[in-house]
């Protein structure tokens, strides 16, 4: 049996990692700065997280959700204080997918809607209805086709307000920022907005944060720098560094009855203590902050680098819209200097989306190499 082929693959196997490095099979060591699609929050092999994995794992790796599980109260307690949602609930599941899916099911529990508004060029997952309220052709087949979902241009407050006013909407989905439509930055205008008329016509505001949360832009999550509540938060990828676990954040205004929701390893032992793991490193060693520090560094940088036309992003969640395609500057960067960076639907766009721990020094080598790439003149980076 093959491998159904659905990925196209650089030439490059990882067997080792640390921190904001990888080794292949032949011992070359390669940088990360895409995190394995943001999903490396606290960076590789981070001996707390490996010991705790390794310390559950000699206990107990898993049983149903039929029993108690304390790991899954610390992880909400502690997930609910540096987030600063404490009077939200947490339902754990595996995947941002999942986590979406079930934010649309809750948020049309509670309103006995059935429509749902989402944003053109937003990523959502590869699910059945998360598929369907992202306009994407090329992920979605008939069976997710549906006269449900409604989506409007990014950031245009009109369209929004005509749409909301309606009051049939159950839910309004929006990413913290977009992040497969290249790092494009919702403006604090219309996420205020959004708040807004979600509440004055009774529309659930779902909030997707499985990329742009987690400390990444600085703040735990980034609609957080709008200074607005959601009342359905998604999360997962950098929740557990690696181990597949994913949530929704749930207001207290969400009535949840037994059979609403369910998982089957959804808030396992191991996903919950992967998850306590990144949350007290992230607290710990202060890595928000880090985030907001080298993003700040870095983005002066990379605005004195010919062939960059323009970079969005917050934190350590950075894109970058090249004069050329963004595919070959990160082959190059990968073929010839070792880096792992990302890209975007947007063919001119480059993703960074490193460690929240990554250091100047890393960052360093990547504008370094990145000026070469785009001008074939090496310089020294101060």
Not at 137 to 165: G, H
Not at 248 to 277: D, K, Y
Not at 278 to 292: F, I, P, Q, R, W
Request: glycine content about 10%; aromatic content about 8%; overall charge neutral.
């Amino acid at each position: 049996m093959n491998l159904f082929d659905v990925y196209p693959l650089f030439d490059v196997e990882p067997v080792r990692a640390q921190g904001s490095y990888l080794w292949d099979k032949q011992g070359n060591i390669y940088l990360d700065l895409y995190g394995g699609h943001a999903v490396i929050s606290i960076g590789h092999s981070h001996p707390a997280y490996v010991r705790a994995l390794s310390l559950q794992l000699n206990k107990l790796g898993f049983y149903s959700n039929s029993v108690k599980n304390s790991l899954q109260v610390e992880l909400a307690k502690k997930l609910g204080e540096l987030s600063g949602y404490k009077d939200h609930q947490l339902f754990l599941c595996n995947s941002g997918a999942e986590a979406i899916e079930n934010a649309l099911k809750l948020a049309s529990f509670h309103t006995k809607r059935s429509q749902v508004l989402a944003l053109s060029k937003a990523f959502h997952g590869r699910t059945s209805a998360a598929v369907a309220i992202t306009d994407n052709p090329k992920i979605q087949a008939p069976v997710n086709a549906t006269d449900q979902m409604t989506t409007i241009p990014f950031n245009d407050l009109d369209a929004l307000e005509a749409e909301l006013s309606k009051g049939t909407y159950a839910a309004f989905v929006v990413e913290g920022i977009q992040g497969v439509a290249g790092i494009k930055v919702p403006s604090e205008s219309f996420l205020r907005k959004a708040r807004r008329l979600c509440t004055e016509h009774g529309t659930v505001l779902i909030l997707d944060e499985i990329q742009s949360g987690y400390g990444r832009t600085g703040k735990f999550f980034a609609h957080q720098h709008a200074g607005i509540e959601a009342d359905l938060i998604t999360v997962a990828k950098g929740m557990g560094n690696g181990f597949p676990i994913g949530g929704v954040l749930i207001g207290p205004q969400f009535e949840p009855w037994h059979g609403m929701l369910g998982t089957t390893f959804g808030g396992n032992h191991l996903a919950c203590a992967a998850g306590i793991a990144v949350l007290d490193v992230l607290k710990e060693e202060n890595l928000m902050k880090n985030a907001s520090k080298m993003g700040q560094y870095l983005v002066p940088k990379l605005e004195q680098i010919p062939g960059i036309k323009s970079i969005t992003g917050k934190g350590l969640m950075i894109g970058m819209e090249l004069d050329r395609p963004a595919k070959e500057v990160r082959k190059a960067l990968l073929s010839e200097y070792g880096i792992f960076t990302g890209s975007a639907s947007d063919p001119h766009v480059l993703r960074l989306l490193p460690s929240l721990g990554v250091e100047k020094e890393e960052l360093k080598q990547f504008l370094q190499a990145l000026e070469n790439v785009l001008t074939q003149s090496p310089k020294t980076v101060a």
